[in-house]
């Protein structure tokens, strides 16, 4: 009996996995990818185009504040000129404190791209309401090209 047990085959020990195991486990995971990934890309631009909205909300209000503290009169000019005059301190004449900027930083859209101003507004960017045109370029950054998000439109 002992010479029988001696002799038995012994079952190989596996330490591993197969190729076939391995191809498998990639071939499923390829699978989930695609069924994934594109839904996670179409709400990652649906997320930035939410978020210049938003900043376009922000920069509309800064300037309707300014123009309630100016009798109506909204700031005149486009970009850079009224983005550094909403951004500067003014100097009240009742005190000697200085009066906070109606924008802390300049504002920007999802893409990181600094949103476009432009009052009286004319072209393409004017509106029914009388107020200033504010604008994204987009995710393209070519104005005019129809995926800009703007105040004056649903879009």
Excluded at 20 to 48: C, F, K, S, T, W
Excluded at 64 to 78: I, L, M, R, V
Aim: charged share 25%; no cysteine; aromatic share 8%.
């Amino acid at each position: 009996m002992q010479v029988a047990r001696r002799f038995a085959r012994r079952r190989p020990v596996r330490s591993g996995f197969t190729l076939i195991e391995v191809l498998l486990v990639l071939a499923i995971l390829g699978v989930i990818a695609a069924m994934v990934v594109p839904n996670l890309l179409g709400r990652q631009d649906e997320a930035n185009r939410r978020a210049s909205r938003i900043s376009i909300s922000g920069f509309e209000n800064a300037v309707k504040q300014y123009a309630a503290e100016h009798d109506g009169q909204f700031p005149e000019g486009n970009g850079d000129s009224v983005i550094q005059m909403l951004m500067t301190p003014e100097q009240t004449d009742d005190s000697a404190k200085p009066r906070a900027p109606y924008l802390e930083k300049e504002p920007r859209d999802a893409w990181k791209n600094a949103l476009r101003y432009e009052y009286p507004a004319s072209g393409n960017h004017q509106s029914t309401t009388g107020k200033p045109a504010i604008w994204s370029a987009g995710p393209d950054r070519q104005d005019d090209t129809g995926d800009d998000i703007n105040n004056w439109s649903q879009n």
